[in-house]
């Protein structure tokens, strides 16, 4: 079973929401998937123009296709992410074995240096998060890991430098430098997470399934999530839940 860092994101978040995406392969609905697939598919076609760019290749066909895309392509040019010199490789895999499962990453473009390997993605979406969130997203720290894991560079020789497209000049940029000890302590997590996965997986082949988030955390997680109604964890839901109480409410008489 191969195990992304989108994987593991959703793991965190909800383990259920993992089940119904990647268990049950069920199908978000239509509404959402039109989201999704209109800004995913912006930024698949940007990361395509900047592997040819990358490989020396000519991208003004896919510009003339998608202008929007230029503004964005003109803004790397215009303030690129500080980059250090070395071999760079587009669109670069690495994987991992771990019991059960395979750990996965497709970096958008690695530099591999002398004394120094930098990690770069390219990200389309306007609102940057705050740093500190960056920092601690599975794509961060599993893309630090595997390159650390799998390669001769120890992790202190590993950077990661994310760049938005659509940030604003001079706050578009956030680079994050790996430890050992940041090394030591992802490897404890991912210990403990494919721990608990694959006790939920041998549970969900016996009919039962992935735990839902704690209903003291409905607000944060279910009201926005595709799948709320099928939770029965959503407002409409809830409102329902509740107005049989209200009616019988209603009728009693008030005591004098």
Known sequence: MQLSQAHLRTLQACPRQYQYRHLDSLILPEAT?????????????FHRLMKQHFQGLDIHPILEVQPELKPWFEAFQTIPPPMIQGQGEA??????????????A???????GQEQAQILDWKTYAAAPAPKN???DWQTRLYCYLLAATSAYPPDQISMTYWFAQGEKGANVYTFSYSNNAHQEIHQVLEQCLNQ?????QAY???QDLPQVPAVEIPKYCHDCAFAERCQRSQSNRVSSIDPFL????NLSVPR
């Open 106 to 112: 497709v970096y958008d473009y690695v530099i591999f």
């Open 91 to 104: 669109e670069h895999q690495r994987s991992l074995g771990w019991r059960e499962f395979t750990l996965v």
């Open 205 to 207: 082949r016996q009919g």
């Open 134 to 136: 960056l920092s601690h």
């Open 197 to 201: 996965l694959s006790q939920w997986l």
């Open 247 to 250: 009616a019988v409410l209603k």
């Open 33 to 45: 998937q039109l989201i999704e697939t209109t800004s995913q598919k912006q930024g698949y076609i």
